[in-house]
T-cell receptor, first 111, second 110 residues
Framework: EAGVAQSPRYKIIEKRQSVAFWCNPI?????LYWYQQILGQGPKLLIQ????????DSQLPKDRFSAERLKGVDSTLKIQPAKLEDSAVYLC?????????FGQGTRLTVV | TQLLEQSPQFLSIQEGENLTVYCNSS?????LQWYRQEPGEGPVLLVT???GGEVKKLKRLTFQFGDARKDSSLHITAAQPGDTGLYLC??????????WGAGTKLIIKP
């Protein structure tokens, strides 16, 4: 079974630029999460989708972050404009039952 | 707001020693998962515990779910350098929402 695919693996941008991350969840998984993980800390939920609908985006900084999952499969997360404090690993996960399966993440460095 | 507290936050021990990591909450969870994350990678599932009092063993790792399904522990026997990583617990509530602990950073020195 293929895992959760994310791209790119690494991205370096200057502050105030924009960036987009892509996620392809495990086939058939209706629930998709985007997490932000600061080095050495646990994941912080940014947004949760159930199919193509948003379940929870209470911790998404909506003035600069946006996410979509138009067809209920792939998802993109965008940051515009980026700030220095956005430097982190962005993890995508999809869920089956109780268990979340993670992609390798995208390491974003904002300089 | 449900919280899941992990302790210790950081642990550095010598190879061969034993250790226990704790995950505690005042809330009841339908299940609890333990993940291990290596630098540069996403978290990887180690185990899921569902029944109160359940004990699962994975080689040198022993996982226990509290009787009341509010807490869990991970015990590693004879730790090895390959056990180094960030250990995360996550509880699933009745709505399948995942609540994450902040993680325990474990370093095993040769």
């Amino acid at each position: 079974e293929a895992g959760v695919a994310q791209s790119p693996r690494y991205k370096i941008i200057e502050k105030r630029q924009s960036v987009a991350f892509w996620c392809n969840p495990i086939s058939g998984h209706a629930t998709l999460y985007w997490y932000q993980q600061i080095l050495g800390q646990g994941p912080k939920l940014l947004i949760q989708f159930q199919n193509n609908g948003v379940v929870d985006d209470s911790q998404l900084p909506k003035d600069r972050f946006s996410a979509e999952r138009l067809k209920g499969v792939d998802s993109t997360l965008k940051i515009q404009p980026a700030k220095l404090e956005d430097s982190a690993v962005y993890l995508c996960a999809s869920r089956a039952g109780f268990v979340a399966f993670f992609g390798q993440g995208t390491r974003l460095t904002v300089v | 707001t449900q919280l899941l507290e992990q302790s210790p936050q950081f642990l550095s021990i010598q190879e061969g020693e034993n250790l226990t990591v704790y995950c505690n909450s005042s809330s009841v969870f339908s299940s609890l998962q333990w993940y291990r994350q290596e630098p540069g990678e996403g978290p990887v599932l180690l185990v899921t515990v569902v029944t109160g009092g359940e004990v699962k063993k994975l080689k040198r790792l022993t996982f226990q779910f509290g009787d009341a399904r509010k807490d869990s522990s991970l015990h590693i026997t004879a730790a090895q350098p390959g056990d180094t990583g960030l250990y995360l617990c996550a509880g699933a509530d009745s709505n399948y929402q995942l609540i994450w602990g902040a993680g325990t950073k474990l370093i095993i020195k040769p």
